[in-house]
């Protein structure tokens, strides 16, 4: 089995392989815990970059 945890960009959680979400933003993949913490990224994608 592949490990491909990730850390949530918001709040640091762990992301699950099974419900990632992500946004490609500057080149980068950035991913998400839940799709709130997705929209929280959109609206200010400089704040956590
Ligand atoms: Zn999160």
Redesign the pocket.
Known sequence: MVNTNRD?T????NVHEYEELSVQYSGQEYY???DE?EVVFKRTPEKFV
């Open positions: 949530c918001i709040c640091g959680n998400f815990c839940s913490h």
